[in-house]
């Protein structure tokens, strides 16, 4: 399947992903990176590994988020994209894109959502006093961080944790939890995928 990866940074899931993509039985093709964000890391990164990568900045479209997200979903289209993944996508979505991909678009957010969903959530964590703490790979809804929990990965965090070594752990668990899921999701096709948790301690 031809699968299209969102980006708005430095682009290391998308690397998990290129990476897992060019095993031989791997049933996604990454075979479009876009980025609201010219300078975005994972456009270099894509363009290294020889895969089209294309910049559609949001500023022009100022406040009308639907027409932004009909610009790239147009180029999904183009393209003959049949499956999104969002990789430190940082753009709230509207309906627009929402609704077109519903099934067909997943994200991966860097907690054990419902807990901590938005920004800062190792800090967040940490000030919690929580003792695990992980990834979710989920669909994407309308709502944030919302959707239908599709895998998760787990660790424990340290008595000397700060938020930085707690997030290189856990982006770890992100790279190996993200192909996973991406692989299942596609396997499966339209069901949700029965996702066994990946744990590390
Ligand atoms: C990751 O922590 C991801 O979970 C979150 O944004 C970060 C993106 O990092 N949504 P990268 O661009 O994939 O390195």
Same mark, same amino acid.
């Given at each position: 399947r031809r699968v299209a990866v969102l980006v708005?940074?430095?682009?290391?899931?998308?690397?998990?992903? %290129?990476a897992a993509a060019a095993v031989a039985d791997y049933p996604a093709e990454i075979a479009l990176v876009l980025s609201n964000v010219p300078e975005a890391g994972g456009l270099v990164l894509a363009r290294d590994h020889g %895969?089209?990568?294309e910049v559609i900045d949001h500023r022009p479209f100022g406040r009308d988020r639907a027409a932004h997200e009909a610009a790239i979903d147009a180029r999904l289209h183009e393209a003959r994209i049949g499956f999104v993944c969002l990789a430190g996508y940082m753009?709230?979505?509207?309906?627009?894109l929402v609704d077109r991909w519903a099934g067909r678009m997943i994200n991966i957010h860097p907690s054990l959502l419902p807990s901590f969903p938005g920004?800062?959530?190792?800090?967040?964590?940490?000030?919690?006093?929580v003792k695990i703490h992980g990834? =979710?790979?989920?669909?994407? =809804?309308? *709502?944030?961080?919302? *959707?239908? %929990?599709? *895998?998760?990965a787990a660790i424990a965090v340290r008595p000397d944790d700060d938020a930085h070594s707690l997030a290189a752990r856990v982006l770890e668990?992100?790279?190996r939890l993200y192909p996973a899921v991406l692989r299942?999701?596609?396997?499966e096709g339209?069901?949700?995928?029965q996702a066994e948790p990946l744990l590390s301690f």
């Open positions: 708005s940074g430095r682009g290391s899931n998308l690397g998990a992903l %290129i %895969i089209a990568a753009r709230r979505l509207t309906p627009l920004l800062d959530t190792h800090a967040r964590a940490l000030a919690a006093g990834c =979710t790979v989920h669909e994407v =809804t309308a *709502g944030v961080d919302e *959707g239908p %929990i599709l *895998g998760q668990q992100e790279h299942r999701a596609l396997e339209g069901e949700r995928p």
